[in-house]
């Protein structure tokens, strides 16, 4: 059950005209009221001889009594919505709902002599609206405050005891959502998303490609974005605000959007913080040779799960902050066939990116470095490397899913898990190729060495060996082991460090997520991968390096 509540107005009749009226597409249904502030007000809906201007007039007494001392926009007015799939509430259970949400914010306490007059409208099954003139009985203001959280918090509770469905609730970190008149707007231009969303896209974007707050101004504005920078008297940045060229008001001029309204991770303060400079340690070598930008994000992603469960929750926001940067900047370079599923998985993940813990950004400055190489670094040709690095992702987010239901963060949790799925679709597709290259060479091993590799598994695996052997996945798995023989690791270790981070149980495929997790481990090339933002370097504020590129503009965006 949702409890939205509106922007204060200034006109008790324009809103009761509404909610009596046809509504905007004749979705309104016999409206009538199903409860009121003393059971005695007119009801237009159902007395013949009511009228919405008798209704009014009794609404609004206190603020005509008040006079000068009324608020100047004194309507408050609240809907309150069931979900598609809860039973039909009766008109005496809304009654009730309709009083407890007055009495929860404050406008109407149960028992209160002095307060507010309203009324409560139902013109369709699954909602009602209330509305209500905010001067008390003694002509004082009404006290009202918080009053959203105190409406979300009794209708949590009206779930429950109603047996409706429990609504995901957030802590007021999302992302202001577009307004009606925003989406109607949009879709007269012939665009599915707003100008807001678009908006928030693209900057969401842009930060995780920019390597300091100069480029990052400078990519939005090669991107067709307007940008308008404002500086405190020092010539200091203070902030920013951007429009998009096709989005005008009534008067031609440009609808402009500050960052911290598109999220509240982008304002320019929030921006800045993540875009500072840091001093890059020593190259990463392995084998006398440097691991790409790719494979450094493949293996700071692969122990984000490691660094949720280990590090402080500072650093652990921190890698979830980034790791929405990682899913953020992929649409850009990846193949053309699986930027819909990227940009979606980016789309969900950014609500999981947020919450009231305030994030260490420092404890994964090496991993950020690496997102921003690889928007400059030309993407691999062997398609293996991204089906590793969207797994190694793919276990991230179902870690940061836990990660956030371990603190309550319902909206985060169920973020992540939607992301998740797009994610999942994703790395089906781009494994098919790399899997059918290695199957092949995995049907041509001799028995012998078949052999020795299913003496492995059940070695390292005895409780999932036999399913594995079983698994049309098989040879692709035994070639990788052999692989990993031949690059002179063990690859019994490497098996059982392999099942160590994630249970296996709702695999599809065993045989496949140990192929990618194998690959991970030894690296694509064969080297063993050190990690650049480990949890005991989390835990002390340092990070491995990873070299910076030459600055160029990224081209634009277009559970297992």
């Given at each position: 059950m949702i409890a939205k509540i509106g922007k204060a107005g200034a006109n008790t009749r324009g809103v009761l005209n509404y909610l009596y009226g046809p509504g905007r597409a004749n979705e309104h249904t016999?409206?009538?009221?199903?409860?009121?502030?003393?059971?005695?007000?007119?009801?237009?809906?159902?007395?013949?001889?009511?009228?919405?201007t008798q209704l009014a007039t009794v609404?609004?007494?206190?603020?005509?009594?008040?006079?000068?001392?009324?608020?100047?926009?004194?309507?408050?007015?609240?809907?309150?919505?069931?979900?598609?799939?809860?039973?039909?509430?009766?008109?005496?259970?809304w009654a009730v709902i309709a009083r407890r949400v007055l009495n929860a914010t404050g406008i109407a306490p149960a028992g209160d002599p002095d307060a507010c007059r309203w009324v409560a409208v139902r013109h369709a099954d699954d909602h009602i609206h209330i509305v209500a003139t905010k001067v008390r009985g003694d002509l004082t203001p009404a006290r009202h405050w918080n009053d959203f959280p105190r409406a979300d918090k009794e209708c949590a509770a009206i779930e429950k005891e109603y047996g409706l469905r429990q609504v995901v609730r957030g802590d007021r970190t999302a992302a202001k959502r577009p307004t009606r008149a925003e989406q109607e707007k949009a879709l007269r231009a012939g665009h599915t998303a707003t100008p807001r969303e678009r908006l928030r896209a693209t900057v969401r974007t842009t930060v995780a490609a920019a390597t300091g707050t100069e480029e990052f101004f400078a990519i939005l504005r090669s991107a067709g974005v307007l940008v308008d920078i404002q500086h405190f008297p020092s010539g200091d940045i203070r902030g920013y605000k951007v429009a998009l060229a096709d989005d005008?008001?009534?008067?031609?001029?440009?609808?402009?959007?500050?960052?911290?309204?598109?999220?509240?991770?982008?304002?320019?303060?929030?921006?800045?913080?993540?875009?500072?400079p840091t001093e890059p340690n020593s190259t990463s070598q392995h084998s006398g040779r440097r691991r790409t930008a790719w494979q450094q994000v493949a293996d700071a992603a692969d122990r984000i799960p490691d660094v949720l469960d280990d590090a402080d929750d500072a650093a652990g926001q921190a890698h979830i902050t980034v790791l929405a940067e990682t899913l953020d900047a992929l649409p850009l370079i990846a193949p053309a066939s699986y930027r819909p599923q990227l940009a979606q998985a980016a789309?969900?993940?950014?609500?999981?990116?947020?919450?009231?813990?305030?994030?260490?950004?420092?404890?994964?400055?090496?991993t950020r470095r690496a997102i921003k190489a690889i928007v400059r670094e030309p993407a691999p040709k062997d398609g293996a490397l991204l089906a590793v690095l969207l797994d190694a992702l793919l276990l991230a987010v179902?870690?940061?899913?836990?990660?956030?239901?371990?603190?309550?963060?319902?909206?985060?949790?169920?973020?992540?898990?939607?992301?998740a799925e797009h994610l999942h679709a994703a790395y089906q597709a781009a494994a098919i190729q790399p899997l059918t290259v290695i199957h092949q060479r995995g049907l041509s091993l001799t028995v012998t060495v078949q052999q020795r590799q299913a003496?492995?598994?059940?070695?390292?695996?005895?409780?999932?060996?036999?399913?594995?052997?079983?698994?049309?996945?098989?040879?692709?798995?035994?070639?990788?082991?052999?692989?990993v023989h031949k690059a002179g690791h063990d690859p019994t270790v490497l098996l059982a460090e392999s099942t160590r981070r994630r249970e296996l149980d709702t695999a599809t495929s065993i045989s496949d997520v140990l192929v990618w997790r194998l690959h991970r481990l030894v690296g694509v090339a064969g080297e063993r991968p050190a990690h650049?933002?480990?949890?005991?370097?989390?835990?002390?504020?340092?990070?491995?390096?990873?070299?910076?590129?030459?600055?160029?503009q990224p081209p634009r965006r277009g559970s297992r």
């Open positions: 016999d409206p009538h009221l199903v409860a009121s502030f003393d059971g005695f007000a007119p009801d237009p809906g159902r007395d013949e001889e009511a009228t919405l609404l609004d007494l206190r603020v005509k009594q008040a006079g000068d001392r009324a608020p100047e926009k004194h309507v408050w007015h609240c809907s309150v919505r069931a979900a598609p799939e809860d039973r039909v509430l009766t008109d005496d259970e005008k008001n009534a008067k031609g001029e440009p609808v402009w959007f500050s960052g911290s309204t598109l999220a509240p991770d982008l304002s320019y303060p929030k921006i800045s913080e993540r875009l500072a789309a969900a993940f950014e609500r999981a990116s947020r919450s009231r813990i305030r994030a260490q950004h420092q404890q994964s400055q090496a179902v870690a940061a899913q836990q990660w956030h239901h371990t603190r309550h963060h319902d909206q985060q949790a169920e973020a992540a898990r939607q992301a003496t492995l598994v059940r070695q390292a695996l005895p409780d999932l060996a036999e399913q594995i052997l079983a698994e049309p996945s098989w040879p692709a798995l035994a070639a990788t082991l052999a692989d650049p933002d480990s949890a005991s370097t989390t835990r002390q504020g340092s990070s491995a390096a990873v070299p910076v590129p030459s600055r160029q």
